[in-house]
């Protein structure tokens, strides 16, 4: 019989913008001296929103849950591209603005659901060779990057006011988010970069459910035990 203890399980955290996926393990892992803790998928230091924690045994199920489908809500920055594909790269093009209605980007985002071959953006965390590719982008260095399959379930505009448009996306693992607002600024011919995101739902779990960081960072180890959702919750 598996031995379980109460720290055994996952917390969903509301991730501010700021910190990377892994300052927020470290966090956790010093603050309540747990051994053992990782995370459900990476957000970008600028994204927010739900990451699963995972702690102690718990991290044996890190797999089962990131591979679950996600949600994100965000803004499209049009008219700028950036190296990175988001808000925190080097602007390597800026073009007039067509006129763009919310019916019109609702017909171009349409385009994007179904199954469809990514590429990674050069500044991923993505392996090449052993390497990370952002540290070969810092080199100035561009590679060649496989492409990947990935579903998109839902793209959809929900407001548009030039240059910004607010979108919700739905897809499996492993979608970038941000190559899928850098593929739409080339569709459209203007370039565009994903100015925010938001991770809303990862799975089962949802973002409403979750708690903000610096609120965990302050709870007693007795507090945060209340909000671990037990191992076998999670095995099942």
């Not at 393990?25 to 927010?48: E, M, Q, S, W, Y």
């Amino acid at each position: 019989m598996l031995e379980l203890s109460p720290l055994d399980g996952a917390v969903l955290i509301d991730k501010p913008a700021g910190p990377t996926s892994h300052d927020v393990v470290d966090a956790i892992r010093r603050g309540f001296r747990i051994k053992k803790v990782g995370h459900c998928g990476t957000l970008d230091p600028n994204a927010t929103g739900l990451l699963i924690i995972v702690l102690g045994r718990g991290t044996k199920l890190s797999e089962k849950l990131m591979g679950n489908d996600k949600v994100y809500e965000g803004t499209i920055k049009f008219g700028v591209t950036t190296d990175s594909y988001d808000v925190d790269g080097e602007t390597t093009e800026t073009k007039p603005i067509p006129p763009l209605t919310l019916e019109q980007l609702n017909g171009l985002a349409a385009q994007f659901v179904g199954d469809q071959m990514q590429v990674p953006p050069m500044v991923s965390a993505i392996k090449k060779d052993g390497v990370p590719l952002y540290k070969l982008a810092r080199k100035g260095l561009e590679v060649e990057r496989e492409p990947r399959l990935v579903h998109i379930f839902n793209f959809r505009f929900t407001s548009y006011a030039e240059p910004l448009g607010e979108f919700r996306l739905a897809c499996t693992k492993g979608t970038y988010v941000r190559s899928v607002a850098h593929d739409l600024g080339q569709k459209i011919g203007c370039g565009a970069h994903l100015a925010t995101l938001r991770r809303t739902v990862s799975g089962k779990f949802d973002v409403a459910n979750a708690a903000p960081l610096d609120a965990v960072m302050k709870m007693s180890v007795a507090e945060l035990q209340k909000r671990v959702i037990p191992f076998l919750q999670l095995a099942g």
